[in-house]
């Protein structure tokens, strides 16, 4: 912390150009470092200015930089300027020069936070990438997961073990929920080549993201495009097509390195979307791709072409050329990624500081230790 008689500031916005910065100081000295930097079009001093009320000024020498000025009270006061890093980078030297110490946004929220989960809950917020993923996270911020540990002890403490285990359960249920309120599920297309991976992505997004063109191996790299569906984060993945095992064929090195980085994200993945062309009979090595991979979601792609004859799985129809059956296929990603959304106000656990320290809870009580 601060010496009593120093200040600190701290860039509440990030970094780069935007239409404005903020910049905070506070602290004992603040008010006086900031007042002899400012100029008010009043001409009054800064400590006689009224708290809360913002005040359009200029900052530094002349011809100053244009700020509005907000005293949040005889600690604290915030400047905000024009977004460019050059305007921000010069209140900071002005104010460093005055004994200003700096402070990482993410401290300063530690600083000011109710709890230590309502300041890991505020960082978060600043990652969420849905209003449906923010909206989870200040449930946890106004105390929907303190007060569920809160209540997990209470019951321990009362020796009801059997149905604080069940809290803590119910709690760990969340947790891939919570993973992800700030990282995006990672959904993986796979398949032969020329089945339709990139059309049926481009046809997902809404956009076209990936080159498509009827020559087998047009895609050689992953392809990603970041998405949300039903309110979640959701990066998409095209990959490379899965190479038929044919006895005397050896494809090119770049097409067994685009293969080789499909599998990789595959082995990654939250879901595999398996596709296959309608139009062509299940071959041997797909069959052993829906043994290897239960959990993926078959999808029957060129469903606007005759169905080939011979067994199929049971799978999602889908004409990316059509844009027909892209809805359903969406929603069946979204229920196989959260088939159980937390209700609003639930608890979530949300870092991975909080799921060990539930797992270990849980083990703890399932060894009948304290």
Not at 31 to 47: F, N
Request: hydrophobic letters at 45%; a neutral charge; glycine letters at 8%.
């Amino acid at each position: 912390m601060p010496e009593s008689d120093s200040f600190y500031m701290i860039r509440l916005t990030p970094p780069g150009a935007a239409a404005i910065a903020t910049v905070r100081a506070e602290g004992t000295s603040a008010l006086g470092a900031v007042a002899a930097e400012v100029r008010a079009r009043s001409g009054k001093p800064l400590g006689c200015w009224p708290t809360d009320r913002p005040i359009l000024a200029l900052f530094g020498a002349e011809p100053g930089e244009p700020v509005v000025v907000h005293r949040r009270g005889d600690d604290a006061v915030e400047l905000y300027c024009h977004g460019g890093p050059a305007a921000v980078a010069r209140m900071e030297r002005a104010l460093a020069h005055a004994g200003a110490e700096r402070v990482e946004w993410q401290e300063w929220v530690c600083r000011q936070a109710a709890s230590p989960i309502a300041a890991e809950a505020q960082i978060a917020l600043a990652h969420a990438r849905t209003e449906r993923t923010a909206a989870i996270l200040l449930d946890q911020f106004g105390g929907a997961l303190a007060r569920a540990l809160a209540e997990v002890e209470r019951l321990l403490a009362t020796g009801n073990r059997t149905a604080a285990r069940e809290r803590i359960q119910a709690l760990l249920a969340r947790a891939e929920v919570g993973r992800h309120l700030t990282e995006p599920w990672r959904v993986v297309l796979a398949g032969r080549p020329n089945v339709g991976k990139s059309s049926l992505m481009n046809a997902m997004l809404g956009y076209e993201r990936a080159i498509v063109h009827p020559t087998a191996g047009t895609t050689r790299d992953l392809l990603a495009a970041t998405t949300a569906l039903d309110g979640w984060p959701v990066e998409l993945t095209d990959t490379a097509g899965l190479l038929p095992k044919q006895p005397g064929c050896r494809p090119d090195a770049v097409l067994r390195g685009g293969t080789a980085l499909a599998r990789e994200r595959l082995a990654a993945a939250d879901l595999i979307v398996l596709v296959f062309d309608r139009a062509v009979a299940i071959s041997a090595e797909e069959a052993d791709w829906l043994r290897g991979w239960p959990g993926a979601l078959p999808v029957d792609n060129k469903s606007d072409l005759p169905a080939a004859s011979g067994p199929r799985p049971a799978a999602i129809a889908t004409s990316a050329l059509r844009s027909e059956g892209i809805a359903e296929l969406l929603d069946h990603i979204s229920a196989r990624l959260v088939p159980e959304p937390p209700a609003p106000g639930a608890a979530v656990p949300f870092t991975e500081a909080q799921r060990a320290r539930l797992r270990t809870m849980a083990e703890r009580l399932d060894s009948g230790a304290r």
